[in-house]
């Protein structure tokens, strides 16, 4: 199966691509010269989505391939004039965007996470280093092209956790908020951890096993067992094609549904060896139930394994036991060995809390079918990630709030995990730029950025830094660079093992601490003094 | 100003992007020769979106786009031979994909509603009338090109009513799900009566308005006046250019912050006649608001009108009242007539809810910009669209479930919307094809599909149709007809204009009927009893 790693290029993902304001402030800023200013930008969140205390970022390769391919076209340009936004603005700004380039600037810089890299709350997680102008223009796409990807990761993540040791399989293009959204959706979520996806177009592109059955519309389609009369099938054990139905018809039990036993008759024959049925349509204890069972007993006298059973509706609990026990039924009365080696799947609006409901109360199911819940994050459709100027003109900036987490830690800095003895992260830790990096062994002073009486002292047994460049002056080598979609899979598991259990949990996790150097604490501190305003009372 | 009507063409909407289990059990049918068989199928929902009691179709134009092009590659076929799940089908079935085309489909047929039309649940949205091979191949793809635009379209038509009479506009770029969920969102948030958007490439491609003003970015990479010190500005009183600063200066209140006051003079000077600031980077009362204040009077003295302010944080009620009461008290205490006539747009995290919080609550805002929670509908990301065979071989299919509202109605049909006296819908109809179709004057007998007690009689001044032909037998005449996006966004209002009030409030909104005829109460009946299985207790 070939596996290319990137999506196709979105024609959608132009410089065009962008907010309104981006254009009209980069004016603002290119009439006094401003533009050519060196800044430098971090792209990051400020809460953790799902109530939960880790994401996990992706898009990196996405952002690269927007980056690269910068700039606005003339019909872009001819655009921009026209609108009444813009029209007033001298010909200087438009030949400027005109020939603006990622590749063409020479202090151009963007480092970044690794693609799958757990990450936390105020972390960057892609630093653009540029002309004020250029990293302005590049804000809103940037943010597009990571919140969803990293949101529906994390989300994902969480729902293989959830359905431990059971695997997950993604049924979401049907509701996903867009083509673009549901192979997003696919390929993300194989990233974190699910088994395979019903998108085919998504299993192409990105190389992910694709997995499915059928539908009630298939079983609708079947009225009687005329459409089967004459169906043959190669019996592995006698090596001649024989009559399936008539063996299908000696297991069959009373009062089930001729339509359905017709369509399960007519996949069995279609897909012997992967036969898993949809057992629903009329009445799974009733119906679907049983006439899986005939078909079953069948291919399994035909020396095939059957694979299995879905439900999509009810009492996801009680139904998948009852199943199960009597599959088991069958296994132990009639030396079956075929029955103890089915697979139940479910997939009626499944999420994160019901998978949890679900361990709780008990199930026969042994795989997982999740559509909406995951693809569009119903829990969170949004990571509510900003770009922010941290550093201008060599200078540190800060932006202010009333709202404490809203205050941006300023300055250019580097950030560092610090591992413990069992290569466990015991904390991220910023630091400026400038500041000599943390060594293993030392003892090291972390202080939380606001609040003065939160500190940890921490001596590492290794340390990590935890962005790298990724696109430097234009350097095409870091396309090339870019991770595959197997690589980045291994990567956010080996991630997610490294973290504690208390910080993955679904109730009450625990936060993990992200904390700030003396220097830099200091220096915020003294910062957000300075501009904070005085309230006059009189 | 260019204005395209339909999105660029999406690469990953190709005959690919189904669930795999249309491929399977395609085949299924194909083996037993079922996939040439005419079907009919129905595309619709089951419950409104947000709690509400109405939804605007919206998404046929990417339908038909899809349709027409429908087709697998041989790349595709390829691809799939080399699946695990296909590897085992016979050739045959891979040619008949290969040339399966829909305009060469003599028997291929798609009734839609009107782009815009609103909607409720069980009417189907679409129709196929297909070889059931083909039929069945659509689904998915259909339902990932409805839900979304529906759902959003809805959700902006419920959020233009919750502001009125302010103008809406759509900020939602940033946050959304991928480049083409904020594109798709852009499009048909103004086909349901946004005003403008903040997405640039969703203007060029649409001919939406572009609105925007500038970022917290932009404040924050002013540090001091030094930068404006030399700003001229052509005073239209004079018609001499003059330096801008010194008259803002005259103005300026002491302690706000210079980096802000230097942010929005370099502004006024870049947009003069479209002066709109952001006024909360460090203190929206004691420093953003005189900031823009003395910009404003310097502007004024200049000749020019300055726009207004935008908030984007804190209590949007009592600071934008504060706000209109300072502009007010300027107006009113200088005769600066400029200061009645600004814009005050709030921008902080707005829904449905909070529009109708802010109205009763008061406010002095004049627009609303609207981003996250519009984009990804928060408050119901997804439309639980469902596609059901209807009718097969003639034969009407039913759908049966434990659950009520998943019972599917039989048959192919037609449904009336039947007006009263003053052109307002009384109910809407749904007759098997066959039937005469209901005339204006006619006492109609209209039944509650499934709750045999109600019923209700309507003597309808005008009855329409509302699904009409929009693809037949390959016709490319119904692309060229497809709808553009101004002409939408006027049927839709046109249609929120024909329903009472009570059926479009937020709160306990009341349930528009959607009724069937004797006959087909009748017939679905029937047909349900025949199909259901009968429980033995021993």
């Known amino acids: 199966?070939?596996?290319?790693?990137?999506?196709?290029?979105?024609?959608?993902?132009?410089?065009?691509?962008?907010?309104?304001?981006?254009?009209?402030?980069?004016?603002?800023h290119w009439r006094i010269g401003k533009h050519e200013e060196p800044a430098v930008f971090e792209l990051f969140f400020r809460k953790n989505p799902f109530q939960g205390a880790f994401t996990i970022f992706c898009g990196l390769d996405e952002c690269l391939k927007y980056i690269q391919s910068f700039s606005f076209s003339d019909e872009d340009i001819e655009y921009l004039k026209s609108t009444p936004a813009l029209c007033n603005c001298e010909d200087g700004y438009f030949e400027y965007l005109r020939t603006l380039s990622t590749t063409q600037t020479p202090t151009f810089q963007v480092r970044a996470l690794?693609?799958?890299?757990?990450?936390?709350?105020?972390?960057?997680?892609?630093?653009?280093?540029?002309?004020?102008?250029?990293?302005?223009?590049?804000?809103?796409?940037?943010?597009?092209?990571?919140?969803?990807?990293?949101?529906?990761?994390?989300?994902?993540?969480?729902?293989?956790?959830?359905?431990?040791?059971?695997?997950?399989?993604?049924?979401?293009?049907?509701?996903?908020?867009?083509?673009?959204?549901?192979?997003?959706?696919?390929?993300?979520?194989?990233?974190?951890?699910?088994?395979a996806t019903s998108n085919v177009h998504a299993g192409k592109l990105f190389g992910i096993p694709i997995s499915g059955?059928?539908?009630?519309?298939?079983?609708?389609?079947?009225?009687?067992?005329?459409?089967?009369?004459?169906?043959?099938?190669?019996?592995?054990?006698?090596q001649a094609t024989e009559a399936f139905l008539p063996k299908v018809l000696g297991y069959r039990k009373d009062g089930t549904n001729d339509g359905e036993l017709a369509a399960f008759v007519a996949y069995a024959c279609a897909f012997p060896d992967t036969c898993l049925c949809l057992v629903d349509t009329y009445d799974t204890l009733q119906s679907g139930l049983p006439n899986f069972i005939?078909?079953?007993?069948?291919?399994?006298?035909?020396?095939?394994?059957?694979?299995?059973?879905?439900?999509?509706?009810?009492?996801?609990?009680?139904?998948?036991?009852?199943?199960?026990?009597?599959?088991?039924?069958?296994?132990?009365?009639?030396?079956?060995?075929?029955?103890?080696?089915?697979?139940?799947?479910?997939?009626?609006?499944?999420?994160?809390?019901?998978?949890?409901q679900l361990a709780e109360r008990g199930h026969g199911i042994t795989a997982f079918g999740i559509g909406t819940n995951l693809v569009t994050c119903q829990a969170q459709p949004a990571l509510g990630c900003v770009y922010k100027l941290v550093e201008w003109k060599g200078e540190p900036r800060i932006k202010l709030s009333n709202d404490l987490p809203k205050i941006t830690i300023p300055s250019r800095k580097n950030v560092y995990r610090l591992f413990g003895k069992e290569g466990t992260p015991l904390v991220d830790y910023m630091a400026m730029q400038d500041e000599s990096p943390p060594k293993p062994g030392d003892r090291i002073t972390c202080r939380h950025p606001f609040k003065s009486q939160k500190r940890l002292i921490c001596t590492p047994t290794s340390v990590v830094t935890l962005h790298s460049v990724v696109f430097d002056n234009g350097a095409k080598a870091a396309l090339a660079e870019s991770s595959n979609l197997s690589e980045t899979r291994s990567y956010v598991q080996t991630e997610l093992d490294k973290f504690p259990d208390a910080i993955k949990r679904y109730e009450d996790p625990e936060e993990y601490p992200m904390m700030v150097s003396i220097t830099l604490y200091k220096f915020l501190h003294d910062l957000w003094e300075r501009n904070a305003p005085i309230k006059e009372v009189a």
């Open 294 to 356: 005939a078909t079953a007993k069948a291919l399994d006298d035909f020396g095939y394994q059957p694979k299995g059973i879905r439900l999509d509706s009810g009492d996801l609990s009680a139904l998948s036991l009852k199943c199960k026990s009597v599959f088991e039924e069958v296994e132990g009365s009639t030396s079956r060995q075929v029955f103890g080696n089915l697979t139940i799947v479910a997939s009626n609006d499944i999420n994160e809390e019901t998978l949890y």
């Open 1 to 28: 199966m070939s596996a290319p790693n990137t999506t196709p290029t979105n024609p959608l993902v132009t410089a065009l691509l962008t907010d309104l304001y981006q254009i009209t402030m980069t004016y603002a």
């Open 213 to 238: 059955t059928h539908a009630h519309a298939y079983v609708q389609a079947f009225s009687s067992l005329d459409d089967v009369q004459d169906l043959q099938l190669l019996n592995k054990k006698t």
């Open 114 to 195: 690794k693609e799958g890299t757990i990450v936390f709350p105020k972390i960057p997680m892609v630093i653009i280093e540029a002309p004020l102008g250029l990293g302005q223009l590049l804000e809103t796409t940037l943010l597009n092209l990571v919140n969803f990807p990293s949101l529906v990761a994390t989300n994902a993540a969480r729902m293989v956790l959830a359905a431990k040791p059971f695997p997950c399989i993604e049924f979401g293009l049907r509701r996903a908020q867009g083509p673009d959204g549901a192979c997003t959706a696919s390929k993300y979520a194989y990233a974190a951890g699910f088994s």
